[in-house]
Structure formats: C-alpha cells, structure tokens
C-alpha cells in the first residue's frame, strides 16, 4: 500500500482557485489509479474525480465537471486536483485515496466513485469556499 498525504487547502473567496496536491510514498505508485472525494459537514464523502495510472483517463463528477482538473506526476509520486471557479458549496475535506489498478483502459464513468475499492486514504485537507 501507498501512504497519501494531502495539502494545499485553505480558505479562498469565490471564484478564486487553489491546487491540492497528494504525495505518495512507496514505489508502486503509478500502479494505482488516484481519486479524489470530499465531505461537507453533516454530509457523506462524495466522489470528486479521478484519474488512471498514466493519466490517460480521467473521470469528474457533474459538480465539478469544466472547474477542476485532475492530473499526477508519477516521476514525483505525486496526485493534483486544481479546483477553479470555487464555489461556497465545494466547502469540504477534500480527500485522496489510491486504488491498485495496473490496466490503463477507459472505465465506465461511476467506476472510481466507489469507495470500496480504495486501498489507502490520505487524512484530508480543509477547502473554505467564502461567499
């Protein structure tokens, strides 16, 4: 297993933007593809995006779909979620989680938003969107 941490969070006005980014350790890493899922208070962990080994493929949800841009540099053990346009409701924990997948190929589009199928998580990091 991969060992994840995120950082990058803070808060930021509307409209603005900021770049998550996950560091992994080991060196399997680009074995597994990568997600990206959030949690708002009072909320349960909700599918962000993700993106396949190579980055190749990558899947959003509807909500953030044209605002964020997921990416990863497996040279640097490294998973990013730019977030553009932010919105109070993108308010959450955003977390990362890897998910041991060798084949590069498309999947169907609610393949990665299971949670199930993670192997690691990272501990999250705070996104506050003020109006």
């Known amino acids: 297993q991969v060992q994840l941490v995120e950082s990058g969070g803070g808060l930021v006005q509307a409209g603005g933007s900021l770049r998550l980014s996950c560091a992994a350790s080991?060196?399997?890493?680009?074995?597994?593809?990568m997600g990206w899922f959030r949690q708002a208070p009072g909320n349960e962990r909700e599918f962000v995006g993700a993106?396949?080994?190579?980055?190749?493929?990558?899947y959003y949800a509807e909500s953030v779909k044209g605002r964020f841009t997921i990416s990863r540099d497996n040279a640097k053990n490294m998973a990013y979620l730019q977030m553009n346009s932010l919105k109070p409701e993108d308010t959450a924990v955003y977390y990362c989680?890897?998910?041991?997948?060798?084949?590069?190929?498309?999947?169907?589009?609610?393949?990665?938003?299971?949670?199930?199928?993670?192997?690691?998580w990272g501990q999250g990091t705070q996104v506050t969107v003020s109006s």
């Open positions: 989680a890897a998910d041991w997948d060798p084949d590069e190929k498309l999947r169907a589009g609610n393949y990665y938003s299971e949670m199930s199928r993670y192997d690691s």
């Open positions: 993106i396949s080994r190579n980055g190749a493929f990558t």
């Open positions: 080991g060196r399997t890493f680009r074995m597994y593809a």
